[in-house]
């Protein structure tokens, strides 16, 4: 698989002399996280990059990375499994893991 980071556009990440472009840790951790995801098979490059480009599009300032976990979350659909975990737990009978 391979990872197409546009040099020019919407999704292109910031970069000096041609390198990357990071300001802070969370930055690159957060672009390693979604390259490492999408080569483990976990989503299609290209859709990530629709849901970048609908991140950047919304409305307000935001740092570029703050659109671009974002959008690794909007790919990953993290809301739908927190919310299945929460409606499991939820349902769990209390004091079930805690002997008396």
Known sequence: M???LAVDGPTAPPRSNGELLF???WESRA???AV???EAGAFAWPRFQQALVARIAAPGERPYYEDWLGALEDV???GAEVAARAET???RPTGHDHPH
């Open 31 to 33: 672009f390693g996280m």
């Open 23 to 25: 300001a802070a840790p």
């Open 76 to 78: 990953l659909d993290l």
């Open 36 to 38: 490492a995801l999408h």
């Open 89 to 91: 737990l939820t349902h």
């Open 2 to 4: 391979s990872v197409d």
